[in-house]
């Protein structure tokens, strides 16, 4: 199959999955078409399977904010009658869903190419929930030829919220050869714990909904035990100096490590010894997910998706949000416990393995696939 994908090219989940659905497709014979202002953050590398198309903006005086919107749509579909496309698939609805209906109905006479749509969270219980959005959003939803979500969560939110329930439920996936446990003794260990201290990983992209300055709470209490740990923060946004700032107050400034953007997060993940997730929204949890398949247990709020991906005294510890108190208890429990931590990061591989492994979900994507181009083949018989 010739395949598009849009994804936000940001350091965020759906653009992580968009990209890495990409990769997986193109390891099993597909043809794969990115479409996107710039190069995704997972595409490092490109290839006679993996392309880029570069949606450009046009510079004109009248547009206070250029309409990226039409120049996406305008480059789907061109790029749908050049490469000759059998469907676009976008991750995350606004405005991508929109742009590829679009694009869509504007080579229809030429050539029908379906569009599916990836739900992701944020695109639906913020973004598409807001009053202006609403109707908006659901008309995305209505107007694609097929609908994914990550998680049942999701799923049950886009009912409640757009009275829409054709969604098929795909989760998020990881590749166990790529996220695994690394030896005691990396370089990367040494660097970042040169004095054997215990490390605490946050991974994402500082937004407050995030509530990355609980990790630096976190990190407060633990230490307050006698516990030798730093904290090691990996992206940035919105909220970096927030978390700096209140890093600095707690006097643990020193303890904490802010990594920046990282392009290989595993490499971080896989010497981690617990995995802070304090969010107050996820629609499905990816990150938790890829610390689990590192053997890595996840301490993280009781929301969304993420009592799907973390078994509570299973896995990993779940909290109410903002309960900075028990997910510090929990925190120094597992880093004192090598026995408890040990087991639960082993039992955390096995469940990602057995329930997320890209070897069961590709193939999700790819009847997917199928399916939704028989309805569409099957619409276009009857409609001549």
Same mark, same amino acid.
């Given at each position: 199959m010739n395949i598009g994908i849009t994804v936000y090219p940001s350091y965020g989940g759906s653009g992580i999955v968009g990209s890495e659905l990409g990769r997986e497709l193109a390891l099993r014979g597909h043809n794969v078409h990115f479409i996107s202002s710039s190069l995704p953050t997972?595409?490092?590398e490109l290839n006679?399977?993996?392309?880029?198309?570069?949606?450009?903006?046009m510079s004109y005086p009248l547009f206070e904010h250029q309409p990226y919107d039409l120049a996406l749509a305008t480059k789907m579909a061109t790029v749908a009658r050049s490469e000759k496309l059998d469907l676009l698939h976008v991750h995350y609805a606004i405005p991508h869903s929109i742009s590829a209906i679009l694009a869509r109905e504007s080579i229809k006479q030429k050539r029908y190419v379906p569009v599916i749509t990836t739900l992701h969270g944020?695109? &639906?219980t913020l973004v598409g929930a807001d009053r202006s959005y609403l109707p908006i959003t659901r008309y995305g939803l209505q107007q694609s030829d097929g609908v994914t979500a990550v998680s049942k969560y999701l799923k049950r939110a886009t009912i409640e919220t757009f009275d829409f329930d054709e969604i098929e439920v795909i989760p998020n996936f990881i590749c166990p050869n790529y996220y695994r446990r690394e030896e005691e003794e990396s370089p990367l260990r040494r660097e970042l714990a040169p004095n054997g201290e215990k490390l605490l990983v946050h991974v994402s992209n500082f937004r407050p909904v995030k509530r990355p300055i609980d990790c630096v709470e976190i990190l407060s209490k633990v230490l307050g035990t006698g516990a030798k740990a730093k904290l090691v923060m990996v992206g940035d946004g919105p909220e970096y100096s927030a978390i700096h700032h209140r890093a600095r107050q707690?006097?643990?400034l020193e303890q904490t &490590?802010?990594?920046g953007k990282q392009a290989k997060i595993a490499d971080y993940l896989a010497i981690a010894d617990v995995f802070l997730l304090p969010s107050e929204e996820e629609s499905f949890g990816l990150a938790a997910l890829e610390a689990q398949a590192c053997e890595v247990p996840v301490v993280a709020s009781r929301v969304g998706g993420i009592p799907e991906v973390v078994g509570d005294g299973e896995t990993g510890?779940?909290?109410?949000i903002g309960d900075?108190?028990?997910?510090s208890k929990d925190t120094s429990n597992l880093l004192r416990n090598d026995e408890l931590r040990h087991a639960f990061g082993e039992r955390g591989r096995e469940l990602a393995i057995a329930?997320?492994?890209?070897?069961l979900v590709i193939p999700q994507y790819l009847n997917f696939y199928e399916k939704v181009l028989a309805q569409s083949e099957k619409k276009q018989a009857q409609s001549v």
């Open positions: 997972r595409l490092t006679e399977r993996v392309h880029f198309h570069e949606v450009e903006m944020t695109d &639906i707690l006097n643990v &490590i802010f990594a510890f779940l909290s109410d900075t108190k028990k997910m329930r997320y492994s890209s070897k």
